[in-house]
């Protein structure tokens, strides 16, 4: 592969030198445009598997494809986190012959990005301990505070600890070290921070929103904000170059903006507003992608990102494989290269549940099958055949193994659905028109297909809160394992007859966000028996 100079790549989206901040030769930095006019693609995908789905490299491969066939195309991704990184999946630019560049710098530090970010949440602990143990003229209780520290790395022993230990002052009898309270850390892409990073329309908006975070209640119960702490013109120093979306290029050279990450199932998992109109005020074909699968990436991606940018996606992609279809019909993980043809017909049953669901959105549907070697011609042939019944267009995506020359049917068949059909895009819910409740209960059962929605008693008691402070016009960002519809995460391929259970909800005054906080979910991952960090050195 010959990559291009960053300037060049900008070129090709009519951006001139000047445009372009370098960060070496590969990447840069480019000023946000807000004239969006080109057509914007979703990929998606079915409930992920460890048999592997390759959303982000389908992205990847729709992208060339659409620049092999003379579309002028920008591809739009999340960054990578640490945590995945060297914790279980490993990086998230793509596979094969079918990546972004340069990849060890995207999924290492980049252009510094999550450690702004980092040092900007992690500024503001500092600044609330600080002001508690100065004399807390805000009246800040401690026992309310909600303000977690953030790291970009998978460290179970961070979820709960307790700070302020140690000395205390013979002179003034206060603690030498601060506070003593019970405190934590969430990974970086779980932070409200990251959610109005990627929610923000404008610098001006991301510290509108910034301002208006709380972080924890008086002793009168009245809400303490980040506005409240005077630390927002210091976290814009520290964000500065952040908030502008960063360009890199495939291995063909397609320009690829990358910027942002939140995790889909415990935040809303898609990229900048601020990147993707950037990329649609500049091309006439954007490619993006949201979090996991379509029941929480792709919800939430069409829900809030799409209501709060007013954006209207002309078209789905959902990427499914035959052996994750055969793993979601009973296959055991060991026996999935061995032909098996009805537990693929049961594992279909996933597949046609989340094609329902994006229907339900108004919008075109395609299947992308990323094809393994070990898939057999009557397994091909039985998927095929299930796409004709449902009157669905279908592509067989090669592009992991063979480059672009892999993925020009499904770019053919792209633009062929985009010339024959009209978006009819409409959310699930308008925000202001349903109360937390009703909105909670029409995703859980209109997309997860749940029976019912229970509420632990800590959860009610939010729900009070939320009441009390006006917070019901917030969108829901579900918290919710990937590996199911439901909330159990052994439940597969489509489950029906079960409950959600909420055990808690927070409130992310700044995203605008209700999070309903379902079965074991953890904002701060554990690393696997064998991580990826330890797989490095045989590497």
């Not at 320009?255 to 649609?280: D, E, R």
């Not at 059962?445 to 959860?459: M, N």
Request: with cysteine.
């Amino acid at each position: 592969m010959k990559l291009d100079n960053i300037e060049k790549v900008g070129k090709k989206l009519g951006l001139n030198k000047k445009d372009i901040i370098p960060y070496g030769y590969y990447m840069g930095k480019i000023q946000p445009l807000d004239n969006p006019k080109g057509k914007l693609i979703l990929v998606t995908a079915i409930t992920p598997t460890k048999a592997g789905e390759g959303k982000t490299t389908t992205s990847i491969a729709l992208g060339d494809a659409l620049d092999k066939l003379g579309k002028k195309t920008c591809i739009c991704l999340r960054e990578p986190s640490l945590g995945p990184v060297f914790g279980l999946k490993g990086g998230a630019t793509g596979g094969g012959k079918v990546t972004v560049e340069p990849s060890d710098d995207i999924n290492l530090h980049f252009t510094g990005d999550f450690h702004a970010l980092t040092s900007s949440i992690n500024l503001v602990s500092a600044v609330i301990d600080n002001h508690i143990y100065q004399g807390n003229e805000l009246d800040i209780d401690p026992d309310t505070i909600s303000w977690k520290r953030a790291l970009d790395m998978n460290d179970r022993e961070l979820r709960e600890i307790e700070i302020g230990l140690g000395p205390v002052s013979k002179k003034s009898g206060k603690n030498l070290n601060g506070i003593v309270r019970k405190d934590g850390f969430i990974i970086t892409v779980a932070h409200e921070m990251m959610a109005i990073m990627c929610l923000a329309k404008s610098r001006e908006d991301f510290q509108k929103r910034l301002g208006e975070m709380t972080v924890a209640y008086s002793h009168s119960k009245k809400p303490i904000t980040v506005k409240d702490l005077k630390v927002t013109n210091a976290i814009m120093k520290l964000m500065d170059k952040a908030l502008l979306p960063n360009i890199v290029q495939t291995s063909y050279n397609v320009p690829t903006l990358i910027h942002g990450g939140p995790f889909a199932n415990i935040a809303h998992g898609c990229n900048s507003i601020i990147a993707t109109k950037t990329a649609l005020s500049l091309a006439d074909y954007v490619v993006t992608e949201a979090g996991f699968g379509a029941d929480l990436g792709a919800e939430k991606f069409l829900d809030i990102k799409c209501q709060e940018a007013g954006l209207k996606p002309d078209l789905v992609v959902l990427v499914a494989t035959i052996r994750a279809l055969k793993l979601h019909g009973g296959v055991p993980f060991e026996e999935l290269d061995k032909e098996n043809l009805e537990a693929l017909k049961n594992g279909i049953s996933n597949l046609e549940r989340h094609l329902e669901n994006m229907k339900k959105f108004g919008l075109n549907v395609i299947i992308n099958i990323n094809r393994f070697a070990s898939d057999t011609n009557k397994e091909v042939k039985l998927l095929e055949k299930w796409c004709e019944q449902q009157n669905v267009s279908f592509s067989l995506n090669e592009a992991f193994l063979k480059g672009v020359k892999g993925s020009l049917d499904l770019g053919e068949k792209v633009l062929k659905a985009l010339d024959e059909n009209k978006s009819s895009y409409k959310p699930l819910y308008i925000r202001n028109q349903l109360s937390v409740e009703d909105k909670i209960e029409r995703i859980s059962k209109e997309i997860y297909r749940a029976k019912d929605v229970i509420y632990s008693d800590l959860a009610k008691e939010k729900l009070d809160l939320i009441k009390k402070n006006g917070y019901e016009d917030y969108y829901i960002c579900m918290a919710k394992t990937p590996l199911s519809f439901s909330d159990d995460q052994n439940l597969l391929g489509a489950p029906t007859n079960f409950d959600i259970h909420i055990k808690d909800i927070e409130i992310a005054t700044g995203a605008k966000f209700i999070i309903p906080i379902t079965g074991s979910i953890m904002r701060m991952p554990g690393l696997p028996k064998v991580p990826e960090a330890v797989k490095m050195e045989d590497r």
